[in-house]
């Protein structure tokens, strides 16, 4: 038992493991109901036991198995992280579960696979139960078959693959065990369910009895189609949808999913492919050739025995297909012709796509060889062309087979005919477009008048086939001209069709009833199986679906049939009618007679040809009352036309009369069903008027009407040929016009541009200018929709005319054409008839292309030419390939037909003399540009190995076959590439040159696709191998492809298909495929497809807009397509020269020079963001080493690949340094003009830099280092602030540098880390430098010390991280260094530290031996001797720090987010004066740059800006003593212009002499006082102010502090400076001249100034600090409202931020902001509301809501919220549009609170002006229910009740029972409990003690009363007034001050106070504060009740009214330590975010 008590106290995951079974069972029925009781799946608690479920199913002790199998099962159910522990649970579940004899055992690891599978882990449960296939104990396979079974049989074989199941039936099969082979039956029985006869080929070598068992149980099985019985979980709201459709009775859904599972998976899928090529008998080539034709045979009978493989191994089949083709075209033993086209049968079947390249040349063989009349050999031929169209597409082989047609022989007519018959029905409406039916439709329709009868009948059905494939409406307009008779024929045998699709893809096109029909799709399941795998795969799934998904299911999988399959059908239903109208009889005038009588008044008809006009204008009246009222199925249109062109018909004199007549055609064409027949009657008498001035117009609009009647084409055609018909110019120019204007509201499909083109060129020639002007307008109008090809036509055209043409063509450039308007709603059908051939992205834009006249050349490639071509000697190659280019050149365009002359070229690219592959490139170019889209049917035979010459090793070959490919994919599209297997064949090849150019190639051409074949995931595996590939470029262009193919696919597919990868393997891929799916690009919308398919010039142009949104991947492109890879590495060009032959020899030049002009930097959006956090969530290695190792190379250059430009990233990895020097003198010259894409690749280039340091060669080290220099001047310049990433990345680098035994590098790198100090601050620099003293180098150590003193020196002491103590003692141990540089620096850093920081140095510096001590004091004694030494130095040391950081006046602060946006700084600038900055000297850059930089860290002490003595340290002005006493007001005399002497002067006010700043002061004033001098000074007020602030700076540290000094001399000082500055800021346009970044050090300089406890103590500090606090009121006034206003928002926060700020600092920053909310009113419109809220935005994104209430004090989120309400009641709703600036809104949360707002002066909304207000006040109030009460009151105790808001509860609770007295809390307590009640009345008791407290002592706090009224804001009427409301006080208190200068000036003393009462009874009335105390009302929460009455309330303040002081001070010191330390924590945290 002591065991058992030892054991039961451990927790439950210890039992699990414990070694006693009754232990673990314990511990696994307690985790068993644990696991019950976690309803959260993604609960941490799971986690605990990941690593334990392997041991729960494989306890060793059968019974605790049991219940740990139990657990496991609950486990995976409910565990989230539980598909982790897949693997290792279900191979434990196989060899211990499925071997144990308890069946409970084995039923539960049955349950736990198949659960593992619904958490989707299907793939690693299959392999696992594969794998325990081979375990030896048969028990074991058993249970695995049986659970693969149970799998298959509940989720279906869509989850479970069979492919692999199926693979091991056979073995299963032949096991000794026949437990075995009855659960192998059994599974073989569940796999037929689901894939029925595709089973049966795989088991066909099995034993005979088994085989025939098996068909026993095949044939039990019901017909229907299996559904899965259990779903994935992602799958599960699905199901859920199912059981409701099946509860509602509707199965639609079901059978909308058995169309699709059915074909689902093919046989051959499922077969191993066979290589047969190897196995050809050696001496098959000679046996074939042989003159014996049993020889013949021989061969012939050895390949049919090897094509009989079901599955064909992929190859180079073309030597055996031009054999067996001989054999078919040319033997003549009829039974070998029948045996070769039984091998080619073969071939096709077994190679199915891949014989595609191969079709083209059988197809016109074997249809010429069918004038044999032997039926075995006719059937042979049949089967085989058969075959053989499966593999390919009606579409590549439709030019051969039309070829034929024209053929005499009527046995060859007629078996195409029936070809043509049976490949129709293997199409569909969408295989099957217009373009291709109407070639075949015109050559049927010969065939059907044929004399013979066989070939009538073919030809009949052949149309019937056709007709039954696309429905009446597309194939009547062909069938026009045909009698009813043959049209009664067709229509027989359309009805007679069976299509392979089963009857729902014809019957949709006629018949009403949709419903799928799902017996005849299975019955043709097994004939039609290769065939719909084959035709263009994604075409048969969705078509099955188009019917289901009208007949009510949801089309799951329809999407692709949107353009061709359900959209047609459905127009075909719409639009059934329109077909007859087409074909309306024309009738005899007497019908027409009749029928108008029938519907027009009896008067009307009679008056028709009355001779008195007016009887004819009132009879055409009624005649258009008739037709307006007529309905339109009623109305005869061409009776109602005949009617108006009876006599005198369109002849009609009297325009009135005509005018009527022309608007009633138009009214009849509108109204009715009016058809061509109709139309032909009036069109001329139309033509005729509309060169009419009156009644042109109306002549139009009736032609308009029938244009949209009769389609725009046909009645254009129409019009046009009458007019040129015509001699009349007028009516031509004006039909042009019509028609230009027509095609506009039209549109342009369908025209028949090569009918306009002539009647065009007869315009152009015309004498008559009008009609030529007028033909030049309608080509611009074509120019839109046809592109610059159309100038194509006009070249021949005389210059003038042609310059003409080419002006018009210049104006429509970069016009996208107009959306047609009309034509739109009647024949909808059009649209989609046009848009059938959507899938495929040439239709469109190429038909232009279609109207050149192209030259047939197949006679000119003549079998001796081919032979020249393949030639043993290279120069006979070189001839035959030079005439094929002449031949190519002379026909410009030529027809597909090219006979031999494919073959002849692929057999020249794979040439060993790479000369004759570039030409044989240069041809195939020149081909595709020949041919135009008809080269599309070589893309199989010529286009791939095109592609397999992108492995060529040399540069300019693999050049020259890219600009091929890209010439070819621009003819075709990529459809034609992407389809079947080829592609994905040459990407498997392991040649890194192929893969990398491929890869390349591909991801430049699919993200411009909308779709791609679904063949494209075939390429997957390869690219994931690409991925892992030993190239790294290969790996970096697979990268690179990854997210396009996945915008193509779906990170689904992607990810499904690493299942297939090794675990470490699929690992790597996933996290990449995770990465790329962050950066995958949107697919092009539609307008992209147009822009895609430009022809000729217009290429690039049009495609850069689908490339540009394609974000880091693609890194430029398509900018030049084929230069890019043309230049790939530099040394070629010259040998690209002498290679190119006819091409100029200098192209390759210029395009090198084109390919380097572009950016270096690309712009990534959000890039650096993303690579952080990548650094950050360890999907990259973090940036750290000691040596870089190749890992890290490669990273860096594969996310260089993304932001830099290729050639530039090939120059910086090349192995060679004097590219690395090349690349870095680019890098200088791009640093100027790419500022934003350096800074966003920053972290890059410095980690490049890195790199560079390891190198041993000094000229790149030196040239990196200048590099470096500029660019840390640069980042300064735009003020730029290094990101903690940015920085550890390179900083430690540099430091080892430091240690260089070069002298001018350790140089270069000190003035680098001292410039760094300018961009990252120098506190955070200091460890790393301290880092540095650690080195084992001792020259390192000795300058990094002294780089630490430098820092201090600069800095002062805060720069010292941790502490100062620890520092110095760090830097104090080197003391003791045994080298002696060391010791010195050490010594030397701690003397400045001492300068710095006096005696206080050797408390921090501890204990040290005496040795050491000794040679300290000696050095320190050494160094008081000569001050000044340290200074003059540092100058030295540091002559780069600052030297040209231009922007130095409006330097911007930098918020704590690291790297601001460029938008904020150019926010912040604005107001900024460049023409000011030049001239700002150093001593007052540094200190600046430092407190921007420093985010507060700095400011650490208090008071503030302690650190800063800057100013003893750079004094080069006090070096020569005379000439400070040589200041003079004649001081002009020495120089020249008054700008210098201006600069001079004040660059003596910041001088640390007193005498010399006061002199310079005085002069300066004496400038501002006289109104005409004060001018002078604009343009340096930035700069006298930053003098200014420095001399503050300089006494508040320096002169303060030091005994000597008198403090009188201080004071004057002081008086000087705030005297100035009052003159400075009366003058208003010289106020504001001041830019925000100056105005905040300002504020800060004179707040801190106010909060000086050592100016209390002197006599004349009273009047000192009151002088400051009118200054303060002056500057917030004058000075630009927005530069002050966005001032004091960053000096609120940048207090706020600052551990060590006091909080009186902050308070009265919030005073001024008070001030200036007051002001708003009258400032509001002057204000740049967009900066302001652009800082609100910052500032609420550092201090989020939740962070400000954790302030001590309330005010900070008071005074924002009432900035932001006044900002709302001014502005209104507008407020929102100011959100301009503000990148990412999402950030803080200002745009809800500015809503909210809105929403609540929304709600309260009463009149803006002031009376309204106070009279609505009162009104509000009464108003405001009693409901409305209770939910604040609801709120404020909810808050009470809240751990956090407490404190801020009672405080709203305390300010509303102040405010409403009688309100009633009660009901709000009585339901809580005692101990509540009495919590709350004792907190309010506290608040109203503490408040009162402070009201009565004010000046406790610690702040003068006078100081308290700082920025009590007073209601001032107006800005400008100098006058306060509170009297004439201000004017004289100005003088005042003036005069106090002045005698100070004089040497008079000031001591006399009595005399002055105005200032004091200004600025000091403290009051006890009154109940609406302005600060007690901003809380927000109240703000909505009271907003009217405060309105009232602040106006009637007097400005004597203080706020009560510091009303949230702390009670003790203590606790203001515990909350300056929480804010310090909250300040690391925020940090390390």
Not at 112 to 125: D, F, N, R, S, W
Not at 276 to 304: H, T
Not at 774 to 779: G, V
């Amino acid at each position: 038992m002591g065991d058992d008590s030892e054991w039961s106290k451990l927790p439950v995951d210890q039992k699990c493991e414990h070694k006693l079974w009754k232990a673990r069972l314990s511990g696994y029925e307690e985790a068993l109901k644990i696991f019950q009781k976690i309803k959260d799946e993604k609960s941490p608690e799971w986690s605990k036991y990941l690593g334990l479920i392997k041991k729960f199913v494989t306890d060793s002790n059968a019974v605790v198995q049991l219940k740990g199998l139990e657990a496991a099962l609950v486990y995976v159910e409910n565990a989230h992280v539980a598909g982790k522990t897949t693997g290792e649970v279900v191979s434990g579940v196989v060899s211990k579960v499925f071997n144990q004899p308890k069946a409970k055992a084995k039923e539960l690891g049955i349950e736990i696979c198949l659960m593992y599978i619904e958490i989707e882990k299907g793939e690693a449960v299959q392999e696992e139960l594969l794998k325990g296939l081979d375990n030896k104990n048969p028990k074991i396979i058993v249970a695995c078959i049986e659970t693969l079974r149970k799998a298959l049989s509940e989720f279906g074989s869509k989850i479970i693959l069979l492919k692999p199941i199926i693979k091991v039936l056979p073995k299963l099969f032949e096991s000794r065990e026949k437990a075995v082979r009855d659960e192998a039956k059994l599974i073989a029985v569940e796999i037929y369910r689901w894939i029925r006869d595709a089973l049966r080929p795989p088991l066909q070598n099995i034993n005979s009895v088994q085989l025939k068992e098996l068909e026993e149980e095949w044939v039990k099985l019901p017909m229907g189609a299996p559904k899965p019985t259990r779903f994935l979980r992602s799958q599960q709201e699905l199901e859920a949808k199912l059981e409701q459709q099946q509860a509602a009775g509707g199965d639609a859904e079901a059978g909308g999913d058995d169309g699709d599972e059915v074909p689902q998976i093919d046989a051959y899928e499922l077969l191993e492919a066979v290589e047969i090529l190897s196995k050809l008998p050696k001496d098959f080539y000679d046996k074939i050739e042989a003159k014996k034709w049993q020889e013949r045979k021989e061969a012939l009978e050895a390949v049919e025995v090897l094509v009989k493989n079901p599955k064909l191994e992929a190859g180079d089949y073309a030597d055996l297909v031009k054999a067996l083709k001989k054999v078919v075209g040319k033997d003549t033993n009829v039974m070998l012709v029948a045996l070769a086209a039984k091998c080619l049968t073969g071939l096709a079947v077994g190679l199915r796509k891949k014989f595609g390249q191969y079709a083209g040349h059988v197809v016109p063989t074997i249809l010429e060889k069918f004038k044999e009349k032997k039926p075995q050999v006719v059937q042979a031929l049949q089967e085989a062309i058969d075959a053989i169209f499966l593999t390919t597409t009606l579409q590549n082989i439709s030019e051969d087979v039309l070829a034929v047609m024209d053929n005499k022989n009527p046995t060859i007519k007629q078996q195409t005919s029936l070809f043509i018959a049976r490949s129709f029905r293997h199409c569909t409406a969408s295989t099957l477009p217009k373009s291709l039916l109407k070639p075949f439709c015109a050559a049927l329709l010969k065939h059907i008048n044929d004399s013979a009868l066989e070939v009538r009948d073919a030809a009949f059905e052949a149309l019937g086939t056709a007709l039954k494939v696309v429905g009446e409406k597309a194939v009547n307009p062909f069938l026009a001209d045909v009698d009813k008779l043959k049209l009664d024929r067709i229509k027989e045998c359309s009805e007679k069709v069976e299509l392979v699709h089963g009857k729902k893809a014809g019957l949709a096109a006629d018949k009403k009833e949709l419903k799928p029909v799902p017996g005849r799709t299975a019955a043709s399941g097994a004939a039609g199986d290769k065939d719909t795998k084959d035709v263009s795969a994604p075409k048969p799934g969705p078509l099955k679906k188009a019917p289901t998904a009208k007949a009510g299911g949801l089309p799951k999988k329809g999407k692709p049939t949107a353009p061709g399959g359900t959209g047609s059908i459905g127009t075909k239903n719409k639009k059934g009618l329109e077909t007859k109208e087409i074909v309306e009889p024309e009738l005899s005038i007497e019908v027409c007679e009749e029928k108008a009588s029938a519907v027009l008044p009896p008067t009307c008809i009679q008056l028709l040809d009355s001779s008195n006009w007016k009887e004819r204008l009132a009879c055409m009246e009624e005649f258009q009352k008739a037709v307006e009222l007529m309905d339109r199925t009623e109305m005869p249109c061409q009776a109602l036309v005949r009617m108006l062109a009876k006599k005198p018909g369109w002849k009609e004199t009297n325009f009135q009369v005509m005018q009527m007549k022309l608007h009633i055609v138009a009214l009849i064409a509108q109204k009715g069903n009016f058809s061509k027949t109709s139309a032909q009657i009036v069109l001329d008498g139309l033509v005729d008027k509309i060169g009419d001035v009156k009644c042109g117009n109306n002549a139009k609009e009736a032609m308009t009407a029938m244009a949209e009647a009769c389609m725009l084409p046909w009645t254009a055609e129409q019009v046009m040929s009458m007019a040129f018909s015509q001699k009349n110019p007028k009516n031509q120019s004006e039909t042009l016009n019509w028609l230009s204007n027509a095609i506009k509201e039209f549109g342009f499909s369908g025209l028949n541009v090569k009918a306009f083109i002539s009647n065009v060129k007869t315009a152009l020639a015309a004498t008559n200018p009008a009609v030529r002007t007028s033909a030049i307008t309608l080509l611009g109008v074509m120019y839109l929709y046809v592109g610059p090809s159309l100038r194509m036509f006009f070249e021949d055209e005389k210059p003038a005319l042609l310059s003409q043409i080419d002006a018009e063509f210049e104006k429509m450039q970069g016009q996208s054409p107009p959306t047609p308007t009309r034509g739109l709603s009647k024949h909808s059908t059009a649209g989609t008839d046009e848009g059938e051939d959507g899938d495929e992205p040439d239709d469109g834009g190429n038909d232009v292309v279609d109207l050149l006249p192209r030259t047939e050349i197949s006679d000119k490639i003549t079998s001796e030419l081919v032979s020249k071509i393949g030639d043993k000697n290279w120069k006979i190659r070189k001839e035959g390939l030079d005439e094929v280019a002449s031949i190519i050149n002379e026909a410009k365009f030529i027809q597909p037909n090219i006979g031999e002359l494919p073959t002849a070229l692929k057999g020249r690219l794979n040439d060993s003399n790479k000369i004759l592959v570039q030409q044989t490139l240069n041809i195939l170019q020149q081909l595709a540009v020949a041919m135009g889209p008809n080269i599309k049917q070589h893309v199989k035979n010529l286009g791939i190995p095109i592609i397999t010459v992108l492995g060529d090793s040399k540069n300019n070959v693999r050049a020259a076959a890219l600009a091929t490919v890209n010439a070819w994919a621009e003819q075709t599209g990529m459809k034609e590439w992407l389809e079947g297997e080829d592609l994905s064949e040459e990407l498997k090849k392991e040649n890194p040159f192929l893969r990398q150019e491929l890869l390349g190639w591909l991801a430049e051409k699919l993200p411009t696709l909308r779709s791609t074949p679904q063949d494209l995931i075939l390429c997957v595996p390869h690219l994931y191998s690409c991925l892992e590939d030993r190239n790294g470029d290969v790996r970096k262009k697979a990268q690179d492809a990854l997210p396009f193919f996945m915008m193509h696919l779906g990170y689904e597919k992607m990810a499904k298909a690493t299942g297939k990868l090794k675990p470490t393997s699929k690992d790597q891929v996933l996290a990449m495929l995770e990465k790329a799916k962050a950066n995958m690009p949107a697919k092009p919308t539609a307008p992209a497809k147009a822009t895609s398919k430009p022809v000729g010039g217009s290429a690039p142009a049009r495609f850069q807009p689908t490339s540009a949104p394609v974000e880091d991947s693609v890194s430029s492109t398509v900018e030049a397509k084929p230069d890019l890879k043309k230049v790939k590495v530099p040394g070629v060009s010259s040998k690209a020269k002498s290679t190119q032959g006819k091409k100029a020899p200098g192209k390759t030049n210029i395009k090198e020079d084109e390919d380097k002009s572009g950016p270096i930097f690309i712009i990534v959006p959000n890039g650096k963001e993303q690579r952080i956090k990548d650094e950050k969530g360890l999907k990259v290695l973090k940036w750290n080493f000691t040596t870089p190792r190749d890992e890290y190379i490669e990273q860096l250059k594969t996310q260089m690949s993304s932001c830099v430009a290729k050639w530039l990233q090939d120059e910086m990895f090349h192995s060679d340094f004097q590219h690395h020097n090349k690349a870095l003198a680019v890098m200088v010259d791009h640093l100027e003009s790419e500022k934003e894409g350096v800074i966003g690749c920053l972290d890059l280039i410095l980690k490049w830099l890195t790199l560079r340091f390891f190198d041993t060669n000094t000229s790149v080290l030196m040239k990196a280092l200048e590099y470096l220099k500029l660019l840390f001047t640069l980042l300064s310049e735009e003020e730029y602030h290094l990101t903690e990433n940015e920085a550890s990345s390179f900083i430690p680098y540099l430091i080892l540098k430091v240690g260089e035994p070069k002298d001018v590098i350790r140089k270069d790198v000190r003035a680098i880390l001292n410039r760094m100090c300018l961009v990252y601050p120098a506190s955070k620099m200091f460890p790393f430098v301290m880092e540095g003293t650690k080195s084992k180098n001792s020259k390192q150590r000795a300058e990094c010390l002294e780089e630490l003193g430098c820092l201090v020196e600069s800095y002062g002491m805060n720069v010292c991280q941790p502490t100062p103590g620890k520092a110095l003692k760090e830097i104090a141990i080197h003391i003791g260094d045994r080298d002696n540089a060391v010791r010195n620096a050490a010594l030397n850093t701690i003397v400045t530290v001492y300068n710095v920081h006096g005696d206080q140095v050797f408390k921090l510096i501890g204990n040290l031996s005496e040795k050491d001590m000794s040679m300290l004091e000696e050095r320190i004694k050494r160094s008081a001797k000569r001050p000044s030494a340290a200074p003059v130095k540092q100058v030295e040391e540091k002559p780069q720090r600052t030297q040209n950081t231009t922007s130095n006046a409006n330097m911007l602060r930098k918020g704590p987010v690291d790297d601001m946006s460029s938008k904020l700084n150019q926010a912040r600038g604005m107001s900024g004066h460049p023409e000011a900055t030049q001239m700002v000297r150093r001593e007052f850059q540094l200190d600046l740059d430092e407190i921007e930089n420093d985010n507060g860290t700095v400011r650490c002490e208090m008071p503030e800006l302690v650190q800063h003595k800057l100013d003893d340290i750079f004094e080069p002005v006090l070096i020569p003593e005379p000439k400070i006493r040589a200041v003079s007001p004649h001081f002009d005399d020495m120089h020249s212009n008054t700008a210098s002497t201006i600069n001079f002067i004040i660059s003596q006010v910041a001088s640390g002499d007193i005498s010399a700043s006061i002199q310079a002061l005085t002069q300066i004033d004496e400038v501002l006082r006289q109104e005409d001098k004060a001018e002078a000074m604009s343009g340096h007020i930035d700069q006298f102010l930053i003098a200014t602030f420095m001399q503050l700076r300089l006494i508040y540290n320096t002169h303060m502090a030091d005994e000597k000094l008198e403090k009188d001399e201080i004071i004057k000082l002081y008086s000087c400076i705030i005297g100035n500055m009052i003159s400075l800021f009366q003058i208003e346009s010289l106020a504001r001249e001041a830019s925000t970044g100056v105005l905040k050090d300002l504020m800060h300089g004179l707040i801190t100034l106010m909060l000086d406890s050592r100016i209390e103590d002197l006599e004349e500090g009273q009047q000192v600090i009151r002088s400051v606090n009118l200054l303060v009121v002056k500057v917030l006034e004058k000075s630009d409202q927005t530069n002050i206003l966005s001032a004091l928002l960053v000096l609120l926060q940048d207090s706020l931020l600052a551990t060590a700020s006091s909080p009186k600092f902050s308070e009265l920053v919030m005073k001024c902001l008070w001030r200036m909310v007051r002001l708003l009113p009258d400032t509001i419109n002057s204000i740049n509301l967009d900066r302001i809220l652009l800082d609100i935005h910052i500032f609420m994104k550092v201090f989020p809501k939740e962070k400000l209430k954790q302030c001590k004090s309330e005010f900070p989120i008071r005074t924002l919220k009432t900035l932001l309400h006044t900002l709302c009641k001014l502005k209104g709703p507008k407020i929102l549009d100011h959100l301009t600036m503000i990148d990412n809104k999402n950030e803080s949360e200002l745009e809800a609170h500015l809503c909210r707002m809105m929403k609540h002066s929304m709600d309260q909304a009463g009149s803006k002006s002031e009376k309204e207000t106070e009279k609505g006040a009162s009104r509000i109030d009464e108003k405001s229910s009693k409901a409305k009460v209770n939910d604040f009151l609801a709120e404020i105790f909810k808050k009470i009740g809240s751990k956090e808001n407490t404190k801020e509860g009672l405080a709203e609770l305390y300010e509303y029972k102040k405010k409403y007295s009688d309100a009633d809390i009660e009901p709000f307590l009585k339901n809580s409990s005692q101990f509540f009640q009495s919590y709350v009345e004792r907190g309010l008791r506290v608040i109203e003690m503490e408040r009162e407290g402070k009201g009565r002592i004010p000046t406790s706090t610690g702040i003068s009363p006078q100081m308290e009224v700082t920025c009590v804001p007073t209601p001032t009427s107006t800005m400008s007034s100098i006058v306060n409301t509170n009297g004439e006080e201000v004017g004289p208190s100005v003088y005042l001050e003036r005069l106090k200068i002045l005698r100070q000036r004089c040497g008079l003393d000031n001591t006399k106070q009595d005399d002055r009462p105005a200032l004091t009874s200004l600025l000091s009335k403290p009051t006890v504060p009154t109940v609406a105390s302005s600060t007690d009302m901003l809380h927000s929460k109240l703000f909505q009740l009271r907003e009217s009455r405060e309105q009232h309330q602040h106006s009637e303040l007097d400005s004597n009214q203080t706020h009560s002081a510091g009303t949230v001070t702390s009670s003790s010191s203590s606790t203001t330590n515990i909350d300056d330390l929480k804010k310090r924590l909250e300040r690391i945290k925020s940090s390390r975010k």
